[in-house]
Structures are given as C-alpha cells and as structure tokens.
C-alpha cells in the first residue's frame, strides 16, 4: 500500500509518546520542583494543587495515546471499522473532558493564556471524538449489515 510507511511511522511514533510519558509522569514531581524553583513562584505556591492537575491531566493524556495506540494497530490490521474503534473514541472524549475540568481548576489557580487554550484544544477533542465515534459506530454497522448479507 502507498501509505503503508506513514501508518508504521506513526505507530512507532505513539509508541514512543506512551512510554515517554509514563516516564514524565512518574518523574512530574521532580520536574515541577524544578519548574517552581526556575520558572515560576505560582507553581511553588500551588505545588500540590499543580501536582494534582498535572498528574490526573498527564495520566489522561497517556490514556488517551493508549486508545490511539489500539486504534492504530487495526488501522495497520486493515480491519478499523471496529466496536473497539467505537469504544475508544468515546473513552478519548471522556480524557480529554477530564483534561479540559482540571485544566479549568489551574486557570483559577494560576491565569495564563496557554491554559486557556489547552482547555479549548481538549474540549474540542472531546467533541471530535463524540462525532467521530458517531460516524465510526455508522460505519461499523453498515459493515456488519455487508457481513451478514454476503
């Protein structure tokens, strides 16, 4: 197939940002005491309350790449119209809802634009899912309607 490169490429690309990010998170501790000492008195003020948002944000980010991860690996099966599709989208939707609250709860905490523009990306994230998993939930019926016929 002529796609077939990006298809692995982009795997191999997920599979790097999991395990990097379990890496982040599981070191986010340290990271932020860093940040706070470097960066900005705000995170030290707030470092538990950061920690919690970054943590729970961080742990659903990682989900969310998870999901795609097992997206990915039908889309390399040639089989992606599946209820697992379906299922995953609308897990995606729910993390990155979570993502949106808790980064709503740092922008009371700490007001930056960037926040606000992070709650914007993953509310509509969480919109695309909901959508895509409505198309992909169509898509997957009109499959196994096919199925039955032949």
Same mark, same amino acid.
């Given at each position: 197939?002529?796609?077939?490169?990006?298809? #692995?490429?982009?795997? &191999?690309? &997920?599979?790097?940002?999991?395990?990097?990010?379990?890496?982040? &998170?599981?070191?986010?501790?340290?990271?932020?005491?860093?940040?706070?000492?470097?960066?900005?008195?705000?995170?030290?003020?707030?470092? &538990?309350?950061?920690?919690?948002?970054?943590?729970?944000?961080? @742990?659903?980010?990682?989900?969310?790449?998870?999901? @795609? %991860?097992?997206?990915? #690996?039908?889309?390399?099966?040639?089989?992606?119209?599946?209820?697992?599709?379906?299922?995953?989208? %609308?897990?995606?939707?729910?993390?990155?809802?979570?993502?949106?609250?808790?980064?709503?709860?740092?922008?009371?905490?700490?007001?930056?634009?960037?926040? @606000?523009?992070?709650?914007?990306?993953?509310?509509?994230?969480?919109?695309?899912?909901?959508?895509?998993?409505?198309?992909?939930?169509?898509?997957?019926?009109?499959?196994?309607?096919?199925?039955?016929?032949?």
């Amino acid at each position: 197939m002529k796609y077939e490169r990006i298809k #692995k490429l982009t795997k &191999l690309i &997920l599979d790097i940002m999991f395990f990097t990010g379990i890496i982040v &998170l599981l070191t986010l501790p340290i990271w932020l005491r860093f940040a706070g000492t470097h960066y900005s008195k705000d995170i030290e003020i707030h470092y &538990l309350a950061m920690l919690i948002v970054f943590a729970v944000s961080g @742990l659903n980010g990682i989900l969310i790449v998870n999901e @795609l %991860r097992k997206m990915m #690996k039908t889309v390399l099966e040639v089989n992606c119209f599946v209820e697992d599709n379906v299922k995953s989208l %609308r897990r995606m939707a729910r993390y990155s809802l979570v993502i949106s609250i808790f980064f709503f709860i740092k922008v009371l905490l700490v007001p930056t634009p960037a926040t @606000l523009i992070i709650i914007l990306v993953f509310f509509i994230a969480a919109l695309f899912s909901v959508v895509l998993s409505c198309v992909f939930q169509e898509a997957v019926n009109y499959k196994d309607e096919n199925d039955l016929t032949i």
